[in-house]
């Protein structure tokens, strides 16, 4: 694991128990989740049928739900997934994490 995503490791480690809400801007599309932070995880490349679930990840474990102009809607599992596969920019603040990789732009930040 890299320098960068120990700190972002790290980061999310000390808002366990927190709710934080993750920004995700992938191919011109803004996803927005908040998650009951329970606790991370990091997975080594995983061989898979479907290219785009293929790839070193952080698991964030914890109940949620996507937001959007209709409301809220659960999360399928108690899990968010953060692709970290090319992490090129990463920035740490004592409240909000940014970074960029492959295939998206990431900003969290506690909201509790």
Not at 8 to 15: G, P, S, Y
Not at 60 to 85: A, C, E, R
Request: aromatic share 6%; hydrophobic share 30%.
């Amino acid at each position: 694991m890299s320098e960068s995503l120990n700190s972002i490791t790290e980061w999310l480690d000390k808002h366990i128990q927190k709710t934080i809400l993750i920004r995700k801007e992938e191919q011109g599309d803004l996803d927005e989740t908040r998650v009951m932070l329970e606790g991370t995880e990091y997975k080594e490349r995983v061989p898979s049928i479907d290219d785009y679930a293929e790839g070193n990840s952080l698991i964030l474990h914890g109940s949620g739900s996507v937001l959007n102009k209709m409301g809220d809607f659960p999360l399928p599992t108690n899990s968010f997934q953060i692709y970290v596969d090319g992490l090129t920019e990463c920035h740490i603040e004592e409240q909000h994490v940014s970074m960029k990789t492959d295939r998206a732009k990431y900003e969290i930040s506690e909201i509790s």
